[in-house]
C-alpha cells in the first residue's frame, strides 16, 4: 500500500476490524501489562494466535503514554505496536499529553522497525473513556505533525470501530485538512 498523490497528507480514516489490514503494523490500546485484554486487544490477540502472548510477556509490561514492539504471528500485519493509552479521569491527570505520545512512540517504534505502513486504532477511547471528539483530534494532528517531518512512513490507516468514532475522526481530519467533514 503506498500513499497517492490524492492523499497528500498520507492518513486515510477506515471502518472495520483492524485485524483484517495488510499494514506493515498494527497499533495495539493495551494496557500496561501487555497480557492482553478485552477490546481491540483481545480481537488483535484472537487472530494473532498464542504467539504473540508469549512474547508480550516478556517484554515487562510497558508505561502509559509508552509502545513496544512484537511480532504480527497470525495477522496479516508484520509487526503489532503496543501502545498504552490513558485512562479518562477528567482530563486533570495528563491524558491528553499521554495519549499523544501513544501516537507519537508507536510511529517513532513504526520508523525504527521500518514500517511504512501502520494502522491505529482509537487509542483510549473504548474502556478507558477518553472522550471521542477530543481524542481523534489528538491523534489526528499527532500523527499529521509526525508524517510532516518524517518520509518513513507511505500511509497511517486510522481505523473508526463504529460510527460515532468513524464520523469524529473525520472531522477531526477534515478540519486539519480544510476540507469538509463526513455529511
Ligand atoms: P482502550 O482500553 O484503550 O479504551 P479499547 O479496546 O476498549 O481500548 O477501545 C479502543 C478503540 O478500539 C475503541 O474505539 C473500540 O471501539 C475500538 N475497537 C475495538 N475492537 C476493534 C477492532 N477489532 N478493530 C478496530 N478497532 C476496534
Known amino acids: 500500500m503506498a500513499a497517492t498523490n490524492s492523499n497528500p497528507c498520507r492518513i486515510e480514516i477506515v471502518g472495520g476490524d483492524i485485524t483484517r489490514l495488510e499494514v506493515d503494523a498494527v497499533v495495539n490500546a493495551a494496557n500496561p501489562t501487555l497480557a492482553g ?3 481491540v486487544d483481545g480481537a488483535i490477540h ?3 494466535g498464542p504467539g504473540l502472548l508469549e512474547e508480550c510477556l516478556g517484554l515487562g509490561g510497558c508505561p502509559t503514554g509508552s509502545a513496544k514492539v512484537t511480532g504480527g504471528y497470525d495477522l496479516p500485519a508484520r509487526f503489532v505496536i503496543h501502545a498504552v493509552g490513558p485512562i479518562w479521569r477528567g482530563g486533570a491527570g495528563n491524558e491528553e499529553a499521554l495519549l499523544a ?4 512512540n ?3 517504534l513504526a520508523v525504527e522497525h521500518g514500517a511504512r505502513t501502520v494502522a491505529f486504532p482509537a487509542i483510549s477511547c473504548g474502556v478507558y473513556g477518553f472522550p471521542i471528539v477530543r481524542a481523534a483530534e489528538i ?3 499527532e500523527v499529521a505533525a509526525f508524517l510532516e517531518t518524517s518520509a518513513e512512513i507511505d500511509l497511517v490507516l486510522m481505523v473508526g470501530f463504529g460510527e460515532e468514532t468513524r464520523s469524529a475522526l473525520e472531522t477531526a481530519l477534515a478540519s486539519l ?4 467533514g463526513p455529511e
Do not use: D, K
Open 37 to 39: 485484554g478485552g477490546g
Open 46 to 48: 484472537a487472530a494473532a
Open 101 to 104: 505520545s501513544c501516537y507519537r
Open 106 to 108: 508507536s510511529l517513532s
Open 139 to 141: 491523534a489526528v494532528a
Open 177 to 180: 485538512t480544510g476540507t469538509s
